[in-house]
């Protein structure tokens, strides 16, 4: 005998439950996506490459679940929907579990893989489980909403069905990139992701049932807490966490200067502080920036553009000196930082802009007088904007600079092929008629990922070598690159592909 409606009615979740719970399973792949991002990060750095692959194994665990979900929902309308509730609280749990594959697998992975393959690995990982009981559950939802709707209404239920998966998709993105990285930062919004599967699988019970979800549902987070804590999966590598990066601070002492403090954003060291000394400079490119401008101007430059604020390291040195600097920080936590825990003290010649750095430049027009220097220290290894190195910024760069002035950005590239270097050697070429590329004798023999300090200007710097001050006794020389490499454009700039080249 047929069942009504009616008899289906009691033993399955209402059909506006299961369209929430479609919305919900939705919204929490597409939240746990855009989380996963900054999770990797302090691993393997974000890039083109990182989004595409965690992008892509999101794709295709939905994919995935969706045809495994299709065959699981045949059979009776009660197996169906403690199917739903299973793929819902197992999605809670392999959530919750994305941190601790992460630390094993990057801990498996670390310096053994091509960086391409180390993120589809480390994305497969982390995503593609939970991903395929996220796409289980709309297959299995729709049954059981069909099976309670009148065969006229069934048009308008699918309808209701799909709006509701790509609403809670777009919200889900929404909430993640927005709110919950920013101000909950990456591992408590893990656990909010899994908050809502576990409270979706609860929702599709009747009340006796929901007793016994939820005290299996609490033995599984336990387990994978107690399995968490094996690997330190619970420790926030981050001192603090925006929705740009993952800032960490660590203590040192510099050599022969005294108490100095490291910034480390997502997984580079990207600068050194020290305490009493603004102008004892621990990195090396750093110093060399500081000499090529010493040495063009006979001190330090009037006024100068920071593409990136980072340590504020060279801003702090120079407005000590008695110059003046303009910094375009995208990320307003990284200023913070600086300002609290590395030194940096605001002064009149100071001025900071929280936005992109080619947007700022482009403003810095009008009775605005030119620019000594232009400093471009925006990129963080295999992370570089690419419309930060294209011929267009390039021109925009000659434009703010006074005629005298020059433009040096810090690339880190592969030291035996470094095809990105190249690149951006070439296309500065297109625009500047004096270009030359610096690199510290000391990774000439090397075969990692090295600085290369790229200047640029009107007139040659007239120096032919420079020498650092003890205790590092640094040296660096301009080295010529003879490698096939494109003009990058705002239409063609491909830096992944370039900084993958060199591997």
Do not use: K
Not at 100 to 113: D, F, H, K
Not at 175 to 187: E, H, K, N, R
Not at 472 to 497: C, G, K
């Amino acid at each position: 005998m047929v069942q009504t409606v009616a008899a289906r009615s009691a033993f399955l979740p209402a059909p506006t439950v299961l369209v929430w719970l479609i919305a919900v399973s939705s919204a929490a792949a597409l939240m746990l996506e855009i989380v996963a991002g900054r999770l990797v990060a302090p691993f393997i750095g974000m890039s083109l490459h990182s989004w595409t692959a965690i992008i892509a194994v999101v794709l295709a665990g939905l994919s995935l679940g969706a045809l495994l979900g299709g065959r699981l929902a045949d059979g009776p309308l009660a197996r169906g929907r403690d199917r739903l509730v299973l793929a819902l609280g197992l999605a809670a749990v392999f959530t919750l579990l994305t941190p601790v594959l992460l630390r094993r697998t990057a801990s498996l992975t670390a310096g053994g893989l091509d960086p391409t393959l180390e993120v589809l690995v480390l994305a497969t990982a982390m995503l593609l489980v939970p991903s395929v009981f996220a796409g289980i559950v709309s297959p299995l939802a729709t049954r059981l909403a069909l099976a309670q709707t009148a065969a006229e209404d069934v048009g308008r239920m699918l309808g209701r069905i799909f709006a509701a998966g790509a609403a809670g998709s777009i919200v889900g993105t929404l909430l993640a990139g927005f709110v919950l990285i920013g101000f909950l930062g990456s591992l408590w919004s893990v656990i909010l992701i899994a908050g809502l599967y576990a409270l979706a699988a609860l929702s599709a019970l009747p009340g006796r049932g929901r007793w016994r979800a939820l005290a299996l549902l609490a033995a599984g987070g336990g387990a994978v807490y107690g399995v968490g804590l094996t690997l330190d999966a619970w420790r926030s590598p981050c001192n603090a966490e925006s929705a740009y990066s993952c800032i960490r601070i660590e203590d040192r002492q510099a050599l022969g200067a005294g108490p100095s403090r490291v910034l480390v954003i997502d997984h580079l060291v990207h600068g050194i502080n020290v305490r009493d000394h603004p102008d004892h400079f621990v990195m090396g490119y750093i110093e060399l920036v500081d000499l090529l401008a010493r040495h063009r101007f006979d001190g330090v430059p009037e006024r100068a553009f920071f593409v990136g604020g980072g340590a504020y390291t060279l801003p702090r040195a120079w407005l000590a000196a008695g110059g003046e600097a303009v910094v375009a920080e995208l990320d307003p936590l990284v200023t913070t930082t600086a300002i609290e825990r590395l030194w940096l003290e605001p002064a009149a010649g100071l001025v900071i802009h929280h936005q992109d750095a080619r947007v700022a430049l482009a403003a810095q027009q009008g009775d605005a007088r030119p620019f000594d220097l232009i400093f471009g220290d925006a990129f963080q290894d295999v992370t570089v904007p690419p419309h930060l190195v294209t011929v267009e910024f390039a021109e925009l760069v000659r434009d703010r600079l006074h005629p005298d002035g020059f433009y040096v950005i810090n690339v880190i590239d592969h030291a035996l092929e470094p095809r990105f270097a190249a690149a951006v050697a070439r296309t500065l070429a297109a625009v500047f008629p004096e270009v030359a590329i610096w690199r510290e004798r000391a990774d000439l023999a090397r075969s990692g990922r090295v600085n290369h300090v790229i200047t640029a200007s009107e007139r040659p710097l007239d120096l032919s070598a420079a020498e650092g001050a003890p205790p590092y006794n640094r040296q660096w020389h301009p080295i010529r690159l003879d490698l096939d490499a494109p003009i990058l454009t705002d239409d063609h700039s491909p830096v992944e592909r370039l900084l993958a080249a060199g591997r």
